[in-house]
Each structure stands twice: as structure tokens, then as C-alpha cells.
């Protein structure tokens, strides 16, 4: 057995951020929102799910429960063409930018 590639990335925020984090996904990354299974929807787990191209996805929790995350390391990895004119894309829209620890 092998694992062939990665489907998608689930994170979870604060529900209460709700609007804050679909308007950084949609409005400020440009992600396309994709439709999530009713189901989830009736067992009552809100969220939102965007395309990533062809096969990959990030599915993003409201979780009602979850009050904090300035702590968390929960993140998606995002491969662009190029990382310094994202940077700047991304502080001129208002959103502060961490640093982490760089990785080859």
C-alpha cells in the first residue's frame, strides 16, 4: 500500500471568526468555495470547503467549541509562484503575517 497523493487539509477555527476566515480563504486568497455534503450540514457541523485545482481541498471547521487559536499550528501549506508578491498581496489586505521557522 502506498499513499498517492493528499486530498485535503482540514483546519479549525473559532466559529465565532466565521466571517474573517471566509474572507481571507475567498475574498483575499481567491479560493473557489466548493459545495460541502448535506450531511455535514444536518449533523450540524458548520464549515466551508474550497478547490485547490484539479484534486485537492482544504475544508475549514466552525468549531462553536473552539475559542482560541493564536496558539495553534494548524495550517495549510501552499505552494505559489511567488512568495514575496503573496506576502505583500496579503499585509496590503490587512492581515497580519507570522513568521515561523523557515523549512528547505
Known amino acids: ?5 493528499l486530498q485535503h487539509v ?3 477555527v473559532p466559529a465565532v471568526r466565521e466571517a474573517e476566515v471566509l474572507a481571507f480563504y475567498r475574498d483575499v486568497l481567491g479560493l473557489e468555495e466548493i459545495q ?3 450531511s455535514l450540514s444536518k449533523a450540524g457541523r458548520s464549515g466551508a470547503w474550497f478547490s485547490l485545482g484539479s484534486d485537492q481541498e482544504l475544508h475549514v471547521f466552525f468549531n462553536p ?6 496558539h ?3 495550517h495549510p ?3 505559489v509562484d511567488d512568495l514575496g508578491a503573496l ?3 496579503i499585509a496590503a489586505a490587512g492581515c497580519e503575517i507570522e513568521e515561523a521557522i523557515p523549512i528547505e
Not at 1 to 5: F, Y
Not at 65 to 70: R, V
Open 72 to 74: 495553534s499550528s494548524a
Open 36 to 38: 460541502r455534503p448535506e
Open 77 to 79: 501549506a501552499l505552494i
Open 87 to 89: 506576502r505583500e498581496y
Open 65 to 70: 467549541a473552539l475559542t482560541d487559536i493564536a
Open 10 to 12: 482540514q483546519v479549525n
Open 1 to 5: 500500500m502506498a499513499i498517492l497523493a
